[in-house]
């Protein structure tokens, strides 16, 4: 989704679960996380892939509603200026609002970014659970959104920690075709049609 398109402030998907239900507390940290119902068991499984591979892959977010969104946004705006756009979205122009989009975290960045504190950080492809998820997240079904080369067409920078379930037939045919959601969209929707 480019920032030229956005999402009803009202638009909340129907069939949101909690992933605490599915999850471990090692991996959802505790956080009341939601996602739609459609991306759980594949979720699930690649989760319990990761972990019987001996990672340790953490769940920061899932679902945000628009005046979650906010709330982040406007947290990142004060917390990290420099760096607000490269971590979140505007309200309304969020995948997370669409409920099928996760934030994954690593127990390796902090070290290796040199900060306690350091959630997001374009270092994560270089942990352990980065590089598990680019290489193996389309076989679940789940894609990267937002690729280093996509900057010009999405307007959003890299986010090696952020993947969308788009299904596993879909995820094998981007990858198959080298392509980003969003240049897949725009190649079959182009503007002025909205993806």
Same mark, same amino acid.
């Given at each position: 989704?480019t920032?030229?398109? *956005?999402i009803s402030?009202?638009y909340?998907? @129907?069939d949101?679960v &909690?992933? #605490?239900?599915?999850?471990?507390v090692?991996v959802?940290?505790?956080?009341?996380?939601?996602?739609?119902?459609? %991306?759980?068991?594949?979720l699930?499984?690649?989760?319990?892939d990761?972990?019987g591979?001996?990672?340790?892959?953490?769940?920061?977010?899932? =679902?945000?509603?628009?005046? @979650?969104? $906010?709330?982040?946004?406007?947290?990142?705006?004060?917390?990290?200026?420099?760096? %607000? %756009?490269?971590? #979140?979205?505007?309200p309304g122009? @969020?995948?997370?609002?669409l +409920?099928?989009?996760?934030?994954? *975290? @690593?127990?390796e960045?902090? &070290?290796?970014?040199?900060?306690?504190e350091?959630?997001?950080h374009?270092?994560?492809y270089?942990?352990? /659970? +980065?590089?598990w998820?680019a290489?193996?997240a389309?076989? =679940? *079904?789940?894609?990267? $959104?937002?690729?280093? /080369?996509?900057? /010009?067409?999405?307007?959003?920078? =890299?986010e090696?920690?952020?993947?969308?379930?788009?299904?596993? /037939?879909? %995820?094998a045919?981007?990858? &198959?075709?080298?392509? #980003?959601?969003? #240049?897949?969209?725009?190649?079959?929707q182009?503007?002025?049609?909205?993806?």
């Amino acid at each position: 989704m480019t920032l030229d398109y *956005g999402i009803s402030r009202d638009y909340v998907p @129907s069939d949101l679960v &909690a992933l #605490s239900q599915f999850l471990p507390v090692t991996v959802t940290l505790g956080y009341p996380t939601t996602i739609r119902e459609i %991306a759980v068991e594949p979720l699930m499984e690649m989760v319990d892939d990761m972990l019987g591979a001996g990672l340790r892959p953490t769940i920061i977010s899932g =679902y945000r509603s628009y005046s @979650s969104q $906010s709330i982040a946004w406007n947290k990142w705006r004060d917390k990290q200026p420099d760096r %607000a %756009a490269i971590i #979140s979205a505007p309200p309304g122009h @969020s995948e997370h609002q669409l +409920g099928t989009t996760i934030d994954f *975290g @690593s127990p390796e960045l902090p &070290a290796l970014v040199g900060d306690d504190e350091i959630e997001f950080h374009t270092n994560f492809y270089m942990t352990s /659970e +980065g590089d598990w998820l680019a290489k193996h997240a389309p076989d =679940y *079904g789940f894609v990267l $959104s937002f690729p280093r /080369e996509t900057f /010009e067409l999405t307007g959003m920078y =890299y986010e090696p920690w952020h993947f969308r379930y788009v299904g596993r /037939e879909m %995820a094998a045919t981007l990858q &198959a075709e080298g392509l #980003s959601l969003i #240049s897949y969209l725009m190649t079959i929707q182009p503007p002025p049609c909205i993806p």
